[in-house]
């Protein structure tokens, strides 16, 4: 007999830091859209590690992928090139219409990546004064949880006693293009958002929004910047989720599923002006654009357009949503969603999320509340519909509960 879970828990209290507050399983497998725990339970994951693996669990051409780079060549750092990061380029440049790449590790580092650079791109080809560049960021964003980052939060747990932080951001609500307007200054580099916002409980802005906002930095000179780590490749069933809106941003963020789940890859993706003002020295890292993790993208990027998950996660996504709406119980307040990007707002009165989730983990579903009373679903790309209808089985009966 292995360790029991509340052996690996008690373990985790000792020798870990406390940041995370985790639902009671300790998993040791997974397949597609099933993990199984130490104890051999099977769980449908509608998490998808925020999203990270949205090609489903080890997805067996990533691995061979993986497997057969590891074998050959894992990392040189950027004082040598690769064969791995010029095809890399090449495909996710094709597939997205992009014009330049850089390629990082965490979502965090593309963040920070982008900053640096619309900035540079500000005082070098906009013409701001050196120091004066301001970025537009959104009320309730999440972006990583960098010093530079978690400094421009609207979320008092995330930036309680980090300070000081680094100035040069002005917060506007999110989904208000009039706030947009009037906070846009000659000194305005970038606007920063995502285009649903992911951590904050699925909030979809009103339609027409990023429309009028692409008019506003093209009519000021500002940098459309779309953090689509969560929101990019399929989850909200396009490519992008600026597709939904018509529109094409300046510089576009991607990571978690670039990752196809297996090893952190991010990018900056942008037009020429933006990441061209790099030279040697002024940025880098280095893991980035190591030949594994570009062999491991081009895996993720390849199963996901030839395995029609984009196409699914739109035909699930709307059957999961349908199924969801049609659920009647006193407990939900609403249900959102776009693709396979969903979430269901509880009744203040309903509990916390947290104890429906539980209660879901009895039943063979895993999925994680958010701000109280909110409970995001996200699960696989590959999700099919027998699955789907399975789960929402399994969401009538713990909905219609009441554990107020
Ligand atoms: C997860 C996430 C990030 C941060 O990614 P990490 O890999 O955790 O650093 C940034 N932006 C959005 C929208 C995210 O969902």
Redesign the pocket.
């Known amino acids: 007999m292995g360790p029991s879970v509340i052996d690996f828990l008690a373990t985790e209290r000792r020798l870990g830091t406390y940041n995370y507050e985790p639902i009671g399983v300790v998993l040791s497998r997974g397949e597609g859209v099933w993990v199984w725990d130490t104890e051999g339970n099977r769980y449908l994951d509608c998490l998808s590690a925020?999203?990270?693996v949205s090609q489903g669990h080890c997805h067996p051409k990533i691995l061979a992928a993986m497997v057969e780079q590891a074998h050959r060549l894992t990392l040189t750092s950027r004082a040598f090139h690769n064969d791995q990061l010029a095809p890399f380029y090449e495909e996710i440049a094709a597939l997205t219409g992009s014009h330049k790449v850089l390629p990082m590790?965490?979502?965090?580092?593309?963040?920070e990546s982008a900053i640096k650079s619309v900035r540079k791109w500000g005082y070098e080809v906009k013409g701001v004064p050196d120091g004066q560049a301001e970025i537009i960021v959104c009320a309730n964003?999440?972006?990583?949880?960098?010093l530079g980052?978690v400094g421009f939060s609207t979320d008092p747990e995330t930036r309680k006693h980090f300070g000081p932080f680094a100035p040069g951001f002005k917060v506007i609500p999110f989904g208000d293009a009039a706030a947009l307007e009037e906070a846009i200054t000659r000194n305005t580099v970038a606007f920063l958002v995502?285009p649903i916002?992911?951590?904050a409980g699925v909030i979809i802005p009103p339609s027409g929004y990023f429309t009028k906002g692409r008019e506003l930095c093209t009519a000021n000179n500002v940098m459309l910047v779309l953090?689509?780590?969560?929101?990019g490749l399929g989850r909200t069933g396009k490519l992008l989720a600026e597709q939904h809106e018509g529109i094409e941003a300046d510089v576009t963020?991607l990571?978690?599923a670039l990752s196809g789940g297996f090893y952190?890859v991010?990018a900056v993706l942008s037009n020429n002006d933006v990441l061209g003002t790099l030279r040697p020295g002024q940025h880098g890292s280095t893991f980035g654009g190591n030949p594994l993790a570009c062999a491991v993208a081009r895996a993720a990027l390849r199963v996901l357009v030839e395995e029609g998950m984009i196409e699914n996660a739109a035909r699930q996504g709307a059957r999961f949503l349908d199924g969801l709406k049609d659920i009647r119980a006193n407990t939900i307040r609403e249900v959102r969603g776009r693709g396979l990007m969903l979430a269901v707002e509880l009744h203040p009165e309903a509990g916390r999320a947290r104890r429906y989730c539980e209660a879901l983990q009895a039943k063979g579903i895993l999925a994680k509340d958010t701000h109280e009373h909110t409970i995001r679903i996200a699960p696989p790309l590959v999700i099919t519909s027998d699955q789907v209808d399975w789960a929402l089985e399994r969401f009538a009966t713990t909905l219609t509960q009441d554990f107020s």
């Open positions: 925020y999203s990270a590790n965490s979502g965090a580092e593309a963040v964003n999440f972006h990583g949880r960098t980052i995502e916002q992911g951590e953090d689509e780590i969560q929101t963020l990571g978690k952190p991010s």
